[in-house]
């Protein structure tokens, strides 16, 4: 089965850094668009960023503009998530999925067509 891997969570102090990376299991991410998403205990899960399978487009949560940062090596076959001046309020697991309709544009919206889900990488923030 088609999947994700995620990984570079952790335990973390509010204001710092952390990069999470997500990386197919069993097939490449080229034509794919690209979403992260997190869910927080008692918490829907949310749209964080995504990023179009060109690179070309990224779309980011308000919540996280201007402390995350979405990119992707394809070469690499992996998509990266750069979340700078971390709060509690990110405490969540976060999710990597592929938009299964790939368009210029991306959405950040839980279900299709995101598909290929992940396990999820743990994000704690706290002193």
């Known amino acids: 089965q088609w999947q994700f891997v995620e990984s570079g969570g952790g335990l973390v102090q509010p204001g710092g850094s952390l990069r999470l990376s997500c990386a197919p299991s069993?097939?490449?991410?080229?034509?794919?668009?690209i979403g992260w998403f997190r869910q927080a205990p008692g918490k829907e899960r949310e749209g964080v960023s995504c990023?179009?399978?060109?690179?070309?487009?990224?779309n980011y949560a308000d919540s996280v503009k201007g402390r995350f940062t979405i990119s992707r090596d394809n070469a690499e076959n992996t998509v990266y998530l750069q979340m700078n001046n971390l709060g509690p309020e990110d405490t969540a697991v976060y999710y990597c999925?592929?938009?299964?309709?790939?368009?210029?544009?991306?959405?950040?919206?839980?279900?299709?067509?995101?598909?290929?889900w992940g396990q999820g990488t743990q994000v704690t923030v706290s002193s």
């Open positions: 069993g097939f490449t991410l080229d034509y794919y668009g």
């Open positions: 990023i179009t399978s060109s690179g070309g487009f990224t």
């Open positions: 999925a592929a938009d299964t309709f790939p368009l210029p544009t991306c959405e950040l919206r839980v279900g299709s067509p995101y598909d290929f």
